[in-house]
């Protein structure tokens, strides 16, 4: 997995909030999917923020439909939808039926860009993980956001980086659970630094 | 050089060939265009990459025989790719915008099988 | 009755009731209280008319109507049909000839229902005649069948019940005849009728009352 | 697998263009073919077009390919129906042989399913189906042996509807899994029609396993065409009809029975 | 719900290896068991015109007639059953009838008529059937098989006088037939004419079409390498071969070449030229019999052959292919066998089946 240079680490309070109130808006969906977890890895973190469902949507259909035809996109057409992106991370979850979401599957890699014609964001998607629920999607992505917090801990230059990184471990993990029970209320002041002078990888 | 006569052996293949042979032919509305091999298979790659995109033009298939006049002949293509290949074939509507179409006549996983059909038995 | 409600308890009751007597004025208020507290969302007046009306009686029991002994069912049970072979064709009138005046009047019997079964009446109207209509002593033949060793039996309809057809044929030989997977065809004039044995399986009485619903096709 | 039959040829006014047609299905194998009258239920007064007979079409039949038999030609209405006033049993409907509607909303889809009397209910094949077939309508429709159309001539003709019909004809198959299915052509001029077996290897596309493909173009259309037929008949349990000449019984060129008893119960 | 589109229907090869010389050879059964075969194609590599014994065999081969609307309780009437059933050759087929569409009626040499009828005709006839073994969900096709040998079908008895009622008056059952008595010239003692006077019928002779192939290039067999370890090819890709050599497709293309990338099996040899024969109509398997016989006898003179090959092409729309097991058809009906001989009186027997038949025994 390429690391690339990232802004200091943004509160993973930020995240989860808005990641917990997504839960209770996606309706009971009749038939079986899977879930694909995947990241959108660009050159420049900014970039990020342009990415919005649509363009996303628009992005994944077009190679659906250029790498396996009208087929692939009368499959696509059936059930796929784009269920959450979060424009900070870069971590987009697809929607797509168990029938054939392996072939959809097989279509990802073939994107190298995604947005309107003008700007055109070059990335990839790399798939971490593919879920039956959204729950184990949510679950895996709480691991793997603590593997990666761990990772960036050697990294941290100053103490107040260090201590602040372990800090976001510890409510990662545990205010996760307590997110979910009762809503905590969003300690505004984002302590995190804006521009630490080290630029660390969120890869989420 | 007599040697001593074979013993015994029998072997029960089961979907023993992994190719399957078509036997098609093209019907165009004027029947007085003519098309080369090159085209005919163009014009079915073109039908795939149509219906199953690129992954569908990348299917590996052979035209064994073109027949110029009658516009027929007999494809062998992979078992994976024999429905994907048949069902382009089936919706391939039109050659250089003209209505097309193509017939299949018989399809077996032997070619010898190709060579005797008894439904072609005129009577 | 108000005066046994209002008496004093004999005294030795009290002790054995365990209730100690309250004077005039007590009771009163005592019982006002009771009332309150026990329905407490009538108003002391609505008590007070409840009080005075009825008289409240305290075990209520229904006069249970002995019926007389019901009338034995004037029918036999099924049991006792087998024992008594009711439905059963004695040997000696397995008979074909036995059957033809039968067949007369069921000819007859149609021609009125459908009129006069005149060659161009519309084949429509006499089928939906038919739907209620009786089959008893028509000449039923086995057209189409799923087991094929019916097909082909012919003869004079003797007996219909809810899922066979009891025929007898020339040979004077009583054949059951299952109605399901079946199709019998009945010459009438110059029509001939194709009962689906399948979605006939009533008992002739229940046949005319019930409504019929179009279910899958004439498909065996 | 009974006959094959090919249920949807759309009328179109050229009678040259519909008898070649009706030509190339005998030759690609179909023994029976339905001509099918399209209707728009727009207006309150419906013009049912009266069906041609079928006698007029040809003076000889063209012998299916392969057999000795010739085609045997049904004509079919289908009703288009955006609102619920535009299906009426009209008794114009009774000189079809099978009917068909084509509901455009779920509703009407609904109704069709319980409630229509028809043989045939069509699925969308060029536009993407407004609604999803939910579970009930689909099985209620099963059980009273009303068939689902997937016409594949849109397909043919123009790349984006094959991405339509396949998408409609998938999320049939799964309510439906695979009962009650037919395909059927909807073609209007030869080269628009493929043979049987193309249509029974184009069902796996549509969803569809190896051997309801091949019932599809059928068994289904069989049990589609004896619905048709029990309409004519009173609740399908008894069906009347005039007896046929008395066949004169000379020893040996009797009319064949066969083919009078076939057209007598079929 | 979509399935995978890359699975497709069965196909079975049996390949069996033994010698003529030695008594348990089952060749001849396996021959004589094929009843109804439409087309033999032969192929001598290292000879430039066909044998001219082999030719006069396949001339003589038997005539076969091909009769217009023939009924099928033809077959029971006692003229019929007396001179030409009970003799033990006699073969009918119904022509321009689908097996997995129309009503197929089959006559075996041992008196076994075999009818595979649709659903309607079936629940038509009255003849007690069992429902067919390649039907799908609905059972749509039921086999009816009445042995007209049988002691209890004497014309006269009540069974006769049944299954002659229901062929003739429930179910007029008649259709176009091939049929042969398995007599090679014009039909000497005039019996199946005067059955066949009511009928349009012809007389028809299977045709012989040859052609010399020049320098094709042969895979070289070995007689004891059945599975193609090392010494032969395997033997799917000798079919395939085979297979081209008759519909005569190219088989020296590169690998690169845009059309088609079809090579000849290794190891093979070049031949300067070899003879490829056909015949086709209805052939008994008596006559492929005789045709074998000779073929064995054709390596006794000294020729540079080092195998010659004998396809046999069952009919597509029969209802038996070996002996009495059904056979359906599903998007394919092939039933053929092929016979590869060796000088030292080897061969090499292949039976191939598509997807609705029994394993070929």
């Known amino acids: 997995m390429v690391r690339l240079k990232a802004r200091c680490v943004r509160t993973n309070k930020l995240f989860f909030p808005c990641f917990v109130s997504f839960l209770d808006g996606c309706g009971a969906c009749v038939y079986v999917c899977r879930y694909l977890l995947c990241e959108v890895c660009v050159s420049q973190r900014s970039k990020l923020q342009l990415l919005e469902e649509k363009a996303i949507f628009q992005a994944v259909k077009s190679a659906v439909a250029k790498a396996h035809g009208e087929y692939g996109a009368a499959l696509f057409s059936i059930g796929s939808k784009v269920t959450y992106l979060n424009a900070y991370t870069g971590v987009v979850m697809l929607r797509f039926r168990k029938a054939f979401y392996q072939l959809l599957w097989s279509a990802l890699p073939f ?90 990888t969120i890869v989420l | 050089m007599e040697e001593k006569s074979a013993s015994y052996e029998r072997v029960v293949y089961k979907n023993p060939s992994e190719y399957h042979y078509m036997k098609i032919h093209l019907v165009l509305e004027n029947a007085d265009t003519s098309i080369s091999a090159e085209e005919f298979k163009y014009l079915i790659i073109s039908g795939l990459k149509d219906l199953y995109g690129e992954v569908g033009a990348a299917i590996p298939f052979d035209v064994l025989t073109f027949d110029q006049t009658a516009l027929s002949a007999i494809l062998r293509v992979f078992n994976s790719g024999l429905v994907k290949l048949w069902s382009a074939l089936t919706l391939t509507g039109s050659y250089a915008n003209k209505p097309c179409a193509f017939r299949v006549t018989q399809v077996s996983p032997f070619l010898l099988a190709l060579s005797g059909n008894s439904r072609e038995m005129e009577v | 009755m108000e005066r046994v409600v209002l008496s004093r308890i004999p005294p030795d009751e009290k002790k054995l009731v365990g209730v100690r007597a309250r004077h005039g004025k007590a009771a009163q208020q005592f019982t006002q209280a009771f009332l309150k507290s026990s329905i407490p ?32 069912a004037k029918g036999l049970n099924a049991k006792e049909r087998r024992e008594l072979k009711v439905f059963q064709l004695k040997p000696e009138h397995q008979k074909y000839e036995l059957f033809l005046p039968l067949h007369e009047l069921w000819k007859q019997y149609v021609a009125d229902l459908c009129n006069g079964l005149k060659p161009e009446s519309n ?44 025929i007898i044929t020339k040979e004077d030989r009583l054949k059951t005849i299952p109605k399901r997977n079946s199709v019998f065809s009945v010459e009438m004039g110059d029509f001939i009728t194709h009962i689906y044995g399948s979605r006939f399986e009533l008992r002739s009485s229940e046949r005319s009352a019930k409504k019929f619903k179009v279910k899958g096709n004439i498909d065996l | 697998m009974s006959v094959f039959m090919d249920l949807n040829i759309i009328a179109i006014a050229d009678k040259a263009k519909l008898q070649s047609t009706i030509e190339t299905a005998a030759h690609l194998g179909y023994s029976t073919v339905a001509i099918n009258y399209v209707v728009e239920g727009q207006q309150k007064k419906q013009l049912i077009p009266k069906p041609q007979p079928v006698a007029e079409l040809f003076e000889k039949f063209p012998i299916v390919q392969g057999k000795s038999r010739p085609i045997k030609v049904l004509n079919r209405l289908t009703v288009v129906v955006t609102d619920a006033s535009h299906f009426r049993l009209a008794n114009a409907y009774k000189d079809f042989d099978i009917l068909a509607v084509f509901p455009k909303t779920e509703k009407l889809f609904h109704a069709a399913c319980m409630t229509y009397d028809v043989d045939i209910i069509c699925i969308a094949a060029t536009e993407k189906q407004p609604f999803h077939c939910k579970r009930s309508p689909v099985n209620g429709a ?45 073609a209007e001029a030869p080269l628009e029609m493929r043979g049987p077996y193309d249509i029974a290897n184009l069902g796996l596309v549509f969803g569809l396993s190896e051997g309801d493909a091949k019932a599809a173009v059928s068994t289904n259309c069989r049990s589609v065409v004896l619905h048709g037929e029990t309409r004519a008949t009173a609740l399908g349990i008894i069906h009347t009809m005039k007896r046929p000449q008395p066949p004169s019984e000379q020893p040996e060129e009797e009319t064949p029975a066969a083919k009078k008893a076939k057209t007598e119960t079929d | 719900m979509s399935p995978d589109l890359g699975k497709c229907s069965r196909s079975l090869l049996t390949c069996e290896k033994s010698n003529f010389l030695n008594e348990q050879s089952r060749h001849e059964v396996h021959v004589s068991r094929h009843c109804f075969n439409y087309k033999i194609s032969l192929l001598l590599p290292e000879c430039e015109v066909l044998p001219v014994r082999v030719e006069n065999v396949i001339h003589n081969f038997s005539s076969y007639y091909l009769v217009r609307d023939l009924p099928v309780y033809k077959f029971l009437e006692e003229k019929w059953l007396a001179t030409v059933v009970k003799k033990g050759s006699f073969y009918a087929l119904s022509c321009k009838t ?81 049929l042969t ?127 010659v090959s004998l396809t046999v092409h069952g009919f597509v729309d029969c209802p038996v292919s070996w002996g009495a097991a059904e056979h359906g058809f599903f998007k394919g009906g092939e039933n053929l066998y092929n016979f590869v001989c060796f000088k030292n009186q080897d061969y090499w027997l292949y039976k191939a089946t598509g997807s609705e038949d029994a394993c070929p025994p």
């Not at chain 1, 969003?186 to 521009?195: L, P, S």
């Not at chain 5, 075999?114 to 629940?123: G, M, N, P, Q, R």
């Not at chain 5, 014009?186 to 020049?214: F, I």
């Open chain 4, 142 to 186: 099963i059980e009273r042996g009303v068939h689902f159309e997937i016409s594949y001539t849109a397909a043919i003709r123009d790349s984006t509807m094959k991405k339509y019909t396949i998408a409609n004809a998938i999320n049939l198959m799964t309510t439906c899994k695979g009962k009650n299915v037919i395909v059927a052509s909807g």
């Open chain 5, 98 to 178: 689908r097996i997995d569409e129309d009503n197929v009626c089959a006559l075996l040499p041992s008196g076994q008529l075999i009818l595979s009828l649709d659903k309607d005709t079936y629940e038509h006839l009255g003849l007690e059937g069992r429902p067919s073994l390649y039907s799908h969900k609905k059972v749509m096709r039921y086999v009816v098989s009445v042995d007209l040998t049988n002691k209890s079908l004497v014309p006269g008895t009540k069974r006769y006088q049944q299954v002659l009622l229901c062929l003739k008056e429930r179910v007029m059952l008649r259709s176009d037939f091939l």
């Open chain 3, 123 to 166: 084949p429509q109207m006499i089928q939906q005649k038919l739907l209620k209509a009786d089959f008893h002593g028509a000449v039923l033949t086995v057209v189409r069948s799923k087991c094929p060793s019916y097909v082909g039996t012919t003869g004079i309809l003797v007996q219909e019940l809810k899922h066979v057809f009891k």
């Open chain 1, 111 to 200: 994107i190298n860009s995604i947005g309107p014609q003008g700007r055109k964001v070059p990335c990839f998607f790399n798939c971490i993980y593919v879920g039956g629920t959204i729950k184990t999607c949510q679950k895996f992505l709480v691991r793997y956001d603590r593997q990666q917090l761990y990772r960036m801990l050697p990294h941290c230059k100053t103490g107040a980086e260090k201590q602040e990184v372990r800090r976001a471990v510890q409510t990662c993990s545990h205010s996760f659970y307590k997110a979910t029970q009762q809503e905590d209320d969003d300690d505004d002041d984002d302590d995190g630094g804006e521009e630490g002078e080290e630029e660390e």
């Open chain 5, 181 to 307: 008595t398995c007599h090679p010239g014009a039909d000497k003692d005039g019996a199946l004419h005067n059955l066949l006077s009511q009928y349009t019928y012809e007389e028809c002779r299977p045709t012989l079409h040859s052609q010399t192939l020049k320098n094709l290039f042969c895979p070289s067999l070995h007689h004891s390498d059945l599975r193609g370890k090392g010494l032969s090819c395997t033997p799917n890709q000798f079919l395939e071969w085979l297979g081209a050599v008759n519909l005569n497709i190219s088989c020296d293309n590169s690998a690169v070449s845009f059309l088609s990338t079809y090579m000849c099996p290794e190891p093979r040899a070049p031949v300067s030229q070899s003879v490829l024969c056909t015949v086709t109509g209805l052939i008994p398997p008596k006559d492929v019999c005789r045709l074998l016989k000779e073929l064995r006898c054709y390596f006794a003179e000294p020729n540079f052959a080092a195998w």
């Open chain 3, 41 to 72: 969302r009538m108003s002391s007046d609505a008590i007070e008319d409840i009080l005075l009306h009825r008289a409240v009686v305290l075990r209520y029991t229904r006069v249970k109507k002995t019926r007389g002994k019901k009338t034995k």
